[in-house]
């Protein structure tokens, strides 16, 4: 069966491919013009270079594949509000909605975010059937893509379209090379974290994501999301459990709400005055200070997804950036 991934170039497609690759799929990529995929480039799958924007390169590079793989977005939080992630996360994926019905292939699985589903606490847990409550970050990439999910579910019901939804959490794990979610763990590593928030999120294995993804192909059932994630922990946990994989002391302040916000308030006015791209923003700040907890029961039932150890996770991850030198 072949297989066409949009956005393989990051840690989740860079993980992806090989997983398919291991199962027996004939994969192609579609990488972003005038971007580069290294750690893809010795893997027997071939490669196109386009725009999910570009609606007739983007038809071309899906023609005559069984499954599209839909990874590509704009996950920046800087600035908050642009065009752009409205242009690439939610213009592009009803491009790929168009071509993938006119060109009747057969399973689309769009990858969306945890965060189209509004969070829980240890107690209970985000899911499937939480409302989405990101609105009140003024975030840009999150409402961009509960859009673009929406448009996908949308489809379904009105076209028949084959589709299925993902929503991973935060992901850990080898071939970061951008580096996406790994930056916490290189700030860890490097000291750059003075304390730790109030609050705390869901980590998975990427590992773990993307063999939930290829059991989707077969197992997932046509029009339902599916949140993939494993282990809830505060930040103080998480920051712990990165410490010990790095051999690195944790940050043992815990950061007071107010000063956490006060924190990223006077790095987003700064960054805007003085245009660079802060470390930590307003928006962010407040996301950290809070539990943005998710259960990922409906995976594991119906898609049979493996609940590796963020311990696991982290220890690939920190082997994966000193071999190639992040650290």
Same mark, same amino acid.
């Given at each position: 069966?072949?297989?066409?991934?949009?956005?393989?170039?990051?840690?989740?497609?860079?993980?992806?491919?090989?997983?398919?690759?291991?199962?027996?799929?004939?994969?192609?990529?579609?990488?972003?013009?005038?971007?580069?995929?290294?750690?893809?480039?010795?893997?027997?799958?071939?490669?196109?270079?386009?725009?999910?924007?570009?609606?007739?390169?983007?038809?071309?590079?899906?023609?005559?594949?069984?499954?599209?793989?839909?990874?590509?977005?704009?996950?920046?939080?800087?600035?908050?509000?642009?065009?752009?992630?409205? =242009?690439? *996360?939610?213009?592009?994926?009803?491009?790929?909605? !168009?071509?993938?019905?006119? +060109?009747? /292939? $057969?399973?689309?699985?769009?990858?969306?975010?945890?965060?189209?589903?509004?969070?829980?606490?240890?107690?209970?847990?985000?899911?499937?059937?939480?409302?989405?409550?990101?609105?009140?970050?003024?975030?840009?990439?999150?409402?961009?893509?509960?859009?673009?999910?929406?448009?996908?579910?949308?489809?379904?019901?009105?076209?028949?379209?084959?589709?299925?939804?993902?929503?991973?959490?935060?992901?850990?794990?080898?071939?970061?090379?951008?580096?996406?979610?790994?930056?916490?763990?290189?700030?860890?590593?490097?000291?750059?974290?003075?304390?730790?928030?109030?609050?705390?999120?869901?980590?998975?294995?990427?590992?773990?994501?993307?063999?939930?993804?290829?059991?989707?192909?077969?197992?997932?059932?046509?029009?339902?999301?599916?949140?993939?994630? =494993?282990? *809830?922990?505060?930040?103080?946990?998480?920051?712990? !459990?990165?410490?010990?994989? +790095?051999? /690195? $002391?944790?940050?043992?302040?815990?950061?007071?709400?107010?000063?956490?916000?006060?924190?990223?308030?006077?790095?987003?006015?700064?960054?805007?005055?003085?245009?660079?791209?802060?470390?930590?923003?307003?928006?962010?700040?407040?996301?950290?200070?809070?539990?943005?907890?998710?259960?990922?029961?409906?995976?594991?039932?119906?898609?049979?997804?493996?609940?590796?150890?963020?311990?696991?996770?982290?220890?690939?991850?920190?082997?994966?950036?000193?071999?190639?030198?992040?650290?």
């Amino acid at each position: 069966m072949k297989v066409c991934i949009t956005g393989a170039d990051g840690v989740l497609g860079n993980n992806l491919v090989r997983t398919l690759l291991d199962r027996g799929y004939n994969i192609k990529i579609l990488v972003e013009t005038g971007r580069n995929a290294p750690f893809l480039e010795k893997l027997p799958i071939e490669k196109a270079w386009g725009n999910i924007l570009d609606y007739e390169e983007l038809r071309n590079a899906i023609r005559g594949y069984d499954i599209v793989i839909h990874a590509a977005a704009k996950t920046d939080t800087w600035p908050p509000r642009h065009e752009s992630y409205w =242009n690439v *996360n939610f213009e592009g994926t009803k491009n790929i909605i !168009k071509a993938v019905t006119e +060109l009747g /292939v $057969k399973r689309l699985i769009h990858i969306g975010t945890a965060n189209s589903f509004g969070p829980g606490d240890e107690n209970d847990p985000g899911n499937e059937s939480k409302p989405y409550t990101a609105g009140k970050y003024k975030l840009d990439y999150m409402c961009s893509k509960r859009a673009a999910q929406d448009e996908v579910l949308k489809a379904v019901k009105e076209t028949k379209l084959n589709a299925v939804v993902v929503n991973p959490t935060f992901m850990i794990g080898p071939y970061d090379s951008k580096p996406s979610s790994g930056t916490m763990i290189l700030a860890v590593n490097e000291g750059k974290i003075p304390g730790y928030p109030g609050g705390g999120r869901n980590f998975v294995y990427v590992k773990d994501v993307a063999n939930a993804i290829a059991n989707a192909i077969e197992k997932g059932i046509t029009g339902e999301c599916y949140i993939l994630g =494993n282990e *809830n922990l505060t930040y103080k946990e998480a920051f712990e !459990k990165m410490a010990r994989a +790095l051999d /690195v $002391k944790a940050p043992k302040m815990k950061m007071p709400r107010f000063l956490t916000l006060a924190y990223g308030g006077v790095l987003s006015v700064a960054s805007t005055v003085f245009r660079f791209k802060p470390a930590v923003t307003y928006p962010l700040a407040l996301i950290s200070t809070e539990k943005h907890f998710y259960s990922s029961d409906k995976a594991v039932r119906e898609l049979e997804m493996s609940q590796t150890p963020v311990n696991q996770a982290l220890k690939e991850a920190v082997e994966w950036f000193r071999n190639n030198k992040y650290i």
